[in-house]
């Protein structure tokens, strides 16, 4: 059989770039990512690779200078990324789900100023919605956009942004005042714009510091505070007749986000199988390789065959998205299985290989400390469970 999680009828061109970014991973971030994740130190010179090979314009229409690849490409790409190193993949999910906002809901203005920076590298995209009292209930946003004239001013405390510093746009979802019944109809996504880096970085808007993580490391994840930050209404992503649809074209963007993060946890996956196999068969125990132990090989079975469950299921729910269809069942069913099934193969990976696992100096130490942050983002398990049941639910419906 081909090696886990094979994907079937990609064009040549897919393979290509997937067989491209698979051999970057392979030579310019597993031999890095120990040393650079335990410093907590930023990746600028693998960054540097990705921007030459035109990675963040991956999925950027060529009429902007980006490569135009479907969200299937993306999700291949990603998976590779992770097996490397996942805060890697951390650096440009944020950024093309950046991308992919105002590709399909950004204004004609919005898209010819932003998108070829973006399709470079030169400007990064951040992503916003989380606050520090609010998680999964994103109506119980606090921040708030308040129409002054021609200008809107937005003031209130937003958590856990990716990218929150090196990122020059954040897509930022606020309260506004529409007048409509639902307060679902009352938020609106902006665009703010500002300078890379730490401190006051745009007149009103603050990024204070990096948020210490027990993984994740390298990407930082920051706050952001709204004091007062005044924008013109052409700064709502899709323009002014736009106000009361931010949460609507968010959760557009939360869709690719979660086949993003599935993606991810089949690229963790994979790199914590790829360490057990070859550990189980160098590793001796009573006078053989600890594979020819069945109970070590019924292990080697499980997590194979839990790779190519979630690989399958993420690839499916990428392809959904392509075809225009909607996938928030789909999405959500490959966000929850790959997750958990990532952090039962890093836990079983660290098994087989002993106290070896619990010493820095063995890869499976960060990829034990990486798996769980996948559980929470881009939505719990317990959320993934709520929009597949209510979906199921009205497909059968009596």
């Known amino acids: 059989m081909a090696r886990l999680a094979q994907t079937p009828g990609l064009t040549d061109v897919q393979q290509s770039i997937l067989e491209t970014v698979r051999d970057f991973a ?9 040393r650079l994740e335990h410093a907590d130190e930023y990746p600028t010179d693998i960054l540097d690779g990705m921007r030459e090979m035109g990675l963040f314009g991956l999925t950027i229409d060529e009429e902007f200078g980006g490569l135009g690849e479907s969200l ?29 906002l105002i590709s399909q809901h950004g204004s004609a203005e919005q898209k010819a100023r932003l998108l070829p920076k973006m399709a470079t590298g030169e400007v990064r995209g951040a992503f916003s919605m989380s606050e520090p009292e609010t998680g999964s209930d994103v109506s119980a946003i606090k921040s708030r956009a308040v129409r002054d004239g021609d200008n809107y001013v937005l003031n209130g405390q937003k958590m856990w942004l990716t990218n929150g510093a090196y990122s020059s746009v954040v897509a930022t979802l606020v309260k506004t005042d529409t007048g409509a019944e639902s307060v679902y109809g009352n938020m609106s996504t902006f665009l703010l714009e500002k300078e890379p880096g730490f ?14 993580k027990m993984g994740y490391k390298g990407v930082e994840t920051t706050e952001m505070v709204l004091d007062g930050v005044t924008v013109p209404d052409s700064a709502i992503l899709g323009g002014a007749d736009k106000v009361g649809r931010g949460f609507y074209q968010m959760m557009d963007g939360i869709e690719v986000g979660r086949v993003n ?34 109970a070590i090989a019924f292990k080697l079975a499980e997590m194979g065959t839990k790779i190519e469950a979630a690989h399958a299921l993420m690839v499916n729910a990428a392809r959904l998205k392509d075809a225009g269809q909607r996938n928030d069942v789909e999405a959500g069913m490959a966000k929850l299985l790959a997750s958990e099934y990532c952090a039962e193969v890093v836990q079983e990976a660290f098994r087989i290989h002993g106290g070896y696992g619990y010493s820095k100096e063995y890869e499976i130490e960060r990829l034990m400390r990486e798996a769980p942050f996948l559980l929470i983002g881009e939505g719990t398990s317990e959320i993934q469970k709520t929009i597949i049941s209510r979906g199921l639910l009205k497909e059968y419906k009596l």
């Open 261 to 294: 993060v599935a993606a991810r946890a089949c690229g963790i996956s994979i790199r914590a199988f790829e360490l057990a196999v070859s550990y189980a068969q160098q590793r001796k125990t009573f006078g053989q390789p600890l594979a020819k132990h069945q």
């Open 26 to 34: 392979d030579k310019e971030i597993i031999p890095h990512a120990q």
């Open 199 to 212: 401190g006051e970085t745009a007149p009103g808007l603050t990024i204070p510091g990096k948020i210490e």
């Open 72 to 100: 299937l490409t993306y999700a291949l790409v990603v998976e590779q990324l992770s097996r490397g190193w996942m805060s890697i993949s951390g650096i440009v999910n944020t950024h093309f789900i950046v991308a992919y």
